[in-house]
Structure formats: C-alpha cells, structure tokens
C-alpha cells in the first residue's frame, strides 16, 4: 500500500513562495507519475503540475512560469516551489501518485493573504 506524506503548507503574503514536500513510501518501485493537484473551496480539484510516466512536466497555465516541480527519484518523493504566489492560489493542495491506481496524500492547506 502506497501511503503519501505532504508537508509544507501554510499562511504566506501574496507574492510570497513555499515549498511543498510529498514522499511516498510502501513500495520499492519508482513511481513515474507523481504530481501536485489542488481544490479551491467551492472548485474542482485540478492539476496543478507533474512529472508524466514518459518523463515530461505538465503545468496549469495558471502557475507557469511561478511554480517548479521536481523529483527525487532515490526517494519517491516530489517537489513544488511555488514563487509569486496568489490569493487565487489558496487551496488545498493534495500529492498524486499513479502506480496501477491512484493514490492521494491527506493534503496541505495553502493560503495566500495579506
């Protein structure tokens, strides 16, 4: 069973960063497709950014260009830094990994206000 672990969320000023942490654990097998998916209050849960099973990074247009994913392969683990943040990115932001099936971390909360 794969479990995912997110951490640091928080309350940051608009136009701050964070950086978000997802490692998961419960398998010896690297997991290709991990990413960042996030819910609004009242939205859908939408992708945010991730790394795809062929290898390539896919970014809502919304955050390009501010936030970064990245990996570490060794650790099953992924990465957000996410700069230049927004009111409108306050959400829930939850970790996804897809190995055979999907699996969810408990996710972090993200608010962006002043």
């Known amino acids: 069973q794969v479990r995912l672990v997110e951490s640091g969320g928080g309350l940051v000023q608009p136009g701050g960063s964070l950086r978000l942490s997802c490692a998961a654990s419960?398998?010896?097998?690297?997991?290709?497709?991990m990413g960042w998916y996030r819910q609004a209050p009242g939205k859908q849960r939408e992708l945010v950014a991730a790394?795809?099973?062929?290898?390539?990074?896919n970014y809502a247009d919304s955050v390009k260009g501010r936030f970064t994913i990245s990996r570490d392969n060794a650790k099953n683990a992924v990465y957000l830094q996410m700069n230049s943040l927004k009111p409108e990115d306050t959400a829930v932001y939850y970790c996804?990994?897809?190995?055979?099936?999907?699996?969810w971390g408990q996710g972090t909360q993200v608010t962006v206000s002043s």
């Open positions: 996804n990994a897809k190995l055979m099936r999907d699996y």
């Open positions: 790394f795809t099973s062929g290898g390539s990074t």
């Open positions: 419960g398998t010896r097998i690297s997991i290709n497709y």
